[in-house]
């Protein structure tokens, strides 16, 4: 095929972020997508649900079309749904499963001989039965599901439920039961990272591409616990953040891995060396470490608590990025996790400040008697390259929300006739919206203006026109001090009433 100059059609967004160097509840369409594992064996036609986006607004709507597990390792989106629907009562979420039940099987399935009891029985330990593979022989006649009987996964019990359609459909003998068993284990980083053939064929990572087509929502942060922390995911992941489909910009929530691949061991002490190495240092990206042991006592990625307090200030702010999830409360920790080897130790801010934050990766901190998420910064910030666009989290959101609203609400004027009057009505409708982050404290600064530079000017006779966004972004307070300083100044007025009272 040739290559031609790019082809501008449609509404752009385009982010400018040098950065000063100083060594639905609230409905908003700014998507959290999720990508990993599910176990959609568990459900009837689980199969049509991988390297799909799908939306989910509760834990019900997600155990419909992707079941549920409290194995996360294996299952690595039922932590986001636990976390979000369960624990935060928020969504909805983007969901894109890779873990396929066509492919990703173990060799040998599952079989019972059972009988029924009030036209029932149960399949126990069913966790790893593929629901659509379920086959009921009575006498060697295969019956037929929906005619006979149906089959159901209980999440609660973990076993399958087959009751027959009408009385006496199972028969009174013995059932002879057969199925296929899941292996997520066979779920590859091939799997996870997925490839697209840029015509519409996308998978695993690379159907991010898909998310505003098939859901509506812009996929505004993304996410993927127990594989972000693998280098080739991480890199994948960041190669889909960028202008998605030629539109969006995603901000990244990631974590770095207490054990690497190979077996080495990462600590406080070589996290910020292993983060630069293996390129966890972009600025559209918060990097998280270690991982966290809840009060429950399951372990929880912290990009995934951090992304449940973020998606709640979104809600409450209209999908405005403009506050961080950093020093929200994560009542659900009880401490730092970073294998179960290492004991005894008590991590204080002071050492998360000093070890992680300070080079760029956030985590969490027993602060102001209780547990809460630590760290604004951007993975590419450190003390020797700090800006005010990497220093805190929101400062490029608010850049990625600004393009990325844009171009979803002006698409309506593309291939319209556009007269001076109605640039000017587009010029000033943005500015009131720009003044509107201006009044809750979203922006300290903003001006929007018609681009009008000579190449400006020239790219209208193609009809590209070029609205600019002179913003400044509300800086969060990254420490506040209070100096206490010892006066004898007090004393004057001590003396004088020691005076007033000898007379």
């Not at 629901?131 to 060697?140: A, P």
């Not at 919206?433 to 000017?457: H, M, N, S, W």
């Amino acid at each position: 095929m040739a290559e031609y100059p790019e082809f501008k059609h449609g509404t752009r967004g385009k982010v400018i972020a040098e950065g000063l160097d100083f060594s639905n509840k609230g409905k908003h369409r700014q998507a959290i997508v999720y990508i990993g594992t599910a176990p959609v064996h568990q459900v009837e036609g689980g199969a049509k649900n991988v390297n799909r986006p799908i939306v989910c607004g509760d834990i019900a709507e997600a155990r419909k079309y992707l079941g549920y597990s409290d194995d996360w390792a294996s299952y690595t989106l039922c932590e986001a749904m636990h976390v979000h629907f369960e624990m935060n009562g928020v969504g909805p979420l983007v969901f894109i499963n890779v873990l396929d039940p066509n492919a990703h099987r173990k060799s040998q399935g599952g079989s019972a001989t059972l009988t029924p009891d009030n036209g029932r029985v149960t399949i126990v330990s069913a966790e790893d039965a593929i629901l659509d593979t379920v086959v009921v022989k009575s006498e060697g006649a295969t019956l037929t599901r929906g005619t006979d009987y149906t089959a159901t996964y209980d999440f609660m019990k973990k076993v399958i439920n087959i009751v027959e359609k009408k009385k006496g459909s199972l028969g009174t003998s013995a059932l002879s039961i057969t199925w296929s068993k899941v292996d997520p284990a066979q779920v590859t980083e091939a799997n996870v990272i997925g490839a697209t053939d840029e015509y519409g064929l996308n998978t695993g990572v690379y159907a991010i591409k898909n998310v505003y087509n098939v859901t509506g929502l812009i996929p505004a942060f993304l996410l993927a616990p127990g594989f972000s922390s693998i280098p080739s995911i991480h890199n994948a992941l960041y190669q889909n953040s960028q202008q998605i489909s030629k539109h969006w910009n995603a901000w990244m929530f990631v974590d770095l891995p207490i054990l690497t691949t190979d077996g080495n061991t990462v600590s406080l002490q070589n996290a910020p060396d292993w983060k630069n190495a293996n390129g966890y240092n972009r600025d559209n990206e918060s990097v998280f470490f270690p991982l966290a042991k809840g009060t429950d006592g399951k372990t929880y990625h912290l990009s995934v608590l951090n992304a449940a307090n973020f998606q709640s200030l979104l809600v409450q702010n209209n999908g405005i990025p403009y506050m961080s999830g950093s020093n929200t409360e994560c009542g659900i920790i009880e401490d730092l996790y970073f294998s179960e080897n290492v004991t005894g130790r008590v991590y204080d801010d002071e050492i998360i400040n000093r070890c992680l934050n300070a080079n760029g990766i956030n985590s969490a901190a027993y602060v102001g008697g209780r547990w809460a998420i630590w760290g604004m910064f951007a993975g590419s910030y450190d003390q020797e390259n700090g800006t005010t666009i990497n220093v805190n989290d929101t400062c490029l959101m608010m850049l990625y929300y600004l393009t990325n609203d844009f171009q979803h609400r002006r698409n309506i004027n593309i291939d319209k006739p556009m007269p001076i009057n109605d640039l000017k009505s587009i010029v000033a409708e943005e500015q009131t919206r720009v003044d509107a982050l201006l009044g809750i404290g979203a922006l300290t600064y903003g001006k929007v203006q018609l681009e009008a530079t000579p190449q400006a000017k020239s790219d209208v006779y193609s009809g590209d026109f070029s609205i600019l966004f002179n913003v400044t972004n509300t800086p969060l307070a990254k420490s506040l001090t209070a100096t206490a300083n010892w006066t004898a100044d007090g004393f004057e007025v001590y003396f004088a009433a020691m005076d007033e009272l000898a007379g």
